[in-house]
């Protein structure tokens, strides 16, 4: 009888032992980027353009901030400053033509050599080969919609669908048979939608079909009140929006109204989607966008009412994009539910930058005005974060990088420019920053939005412009939001315009940015293109 007691109570002393003594278990990371996502299309911000109940249902159990921001609001520096927690100044992709130095720390390396597995999927966008990741298969460069190529430690290879759905296929592919279930993971799912020049699954070329959206009250702005960068951006819905390449009309009807169209290096983007279709999606995409084309030309509209048509276009196949990623969010999400992953799983929902939606008369992003430098963002964490929670605090995408390391217990390197977001998750903002530094240098490049930097406090904005101007701009937020009137020359702004310069000053010296370096990424850049 002795013996089988001790049976029984042996076994019994252990298990409470190795349960006192087993650390917290780390949680599991799903970093999910999209590209060009406007905060002004997900239901949660209030959207009046569409629908996202996934994305929304994320908000819903989790925190949404409303003041959060990109450092440089362009795609591959957006990414670069993801993975190191890092200006572009210090990353090494200051623009979209510049190739990530892959030797230096970034997130994914540390989270390895803490015990983490490490994945990305989707767009990357950094031209080198991804490092610090034990498994990843990203797009070439953009990619592509339909029948798109994907890179992978073994070669290039052509998947057949829709771009959305295979990056969620590729997701689910490494949580499902990939990856080691007895470590913690990272999975950086970085959709490639919904990227210019949206095209739409199958599913959902008719989503926004005879669904006007609502115009911005800017969509006929005349830059009255800016200075010259407003004014000469080309990114205009009436003027740089291709009808053909963007709005999917026939290219000879096109060449009559736009000269993007007269820009050969650019109509082969147009052409190379619509030769990815298969036979049978072209029969559906036919069917769809033949009548809209025989609309076009039977109505042949021009002026006002030509922008208003484009605008209304540019929706439809943009907000149908969207659609594929958010059902294709709540496919991964239920997928978390169905495999227990979903409690103990940071998820991060956010884009590599804002974009305009026909606000200035725009599309496209990389200025400092708000719609482009801010960016969704979206955290839910069961196990810390209280469901339906709203935060109005300063944050940027420096911040991504500390704070996923702070949710995996890991201490951030002292070079990592961002602030672990973890203390605002409880509401606890005492010690936050109060201001942002901000950065842009794609030019002279597509869309021609001028170099500049600039600061921005909870209530004003202070924006140079430099390299072929040498221009000041301070708009007041709460006076007015929309940012149609520059104050900097305005008597009554005296004080506030000396605090901004003075802040902006300590900004960059604080993130290490200064006049030098910027001479010097300059020249680099002038012998650069000085090569081509
Ligand atoms: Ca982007």
Redesign the pocket.
Known sequence: MKVKILFIFIPMALLSMSCAEKPAQKPNIIFIMS??HAYQAIGAYGSVRNQTPNIDRLAEQGMRYDRAFVSNS??AP?RAVAITGKFSHLNSVKDNRDAFDGSQQTLPKILQANGYQTAVMGKWHLKTEPTGFDYWKVLPGQGDYYQPKFKTPQGVVTEQGYVTDLITDFAIDFLDSLRDTSKPFMLMYHHKAP?REWWPSMENLEAYKDKPVPEPPTLFDDYEGRGAAARDAEMRIAEHMGLSSDNKIHPDIVNKHNYHEFMTWYQPVHLKQYASLTPEEKKKWDAVYGPINADFDAKNPTGDTLTRWKYQRYMQDYLGVINSIDSNVGRLMDYLEKNGLAENTLVIYT???G?YLGEHGWFD?RFMYEESFRTPLIMRWPEKIKPGQTNTDLVQNIDFAPTILAAAGIEAPEDMQGKSMLPLFKGKNDDWRDALYYHYYEFPSIHMVKRHFGVRTDRYKLIHFYYDIDEWELYDLEKDPQELKNVYNDPAYTEIKADLHKKLQELRAQYKDSDELTQKMLKDDLARMKKK
Do not use: M, P, R
């Open positions: 590209d060009d362009i795609c957006s990227h884009s590599d930058q974009f992003k």
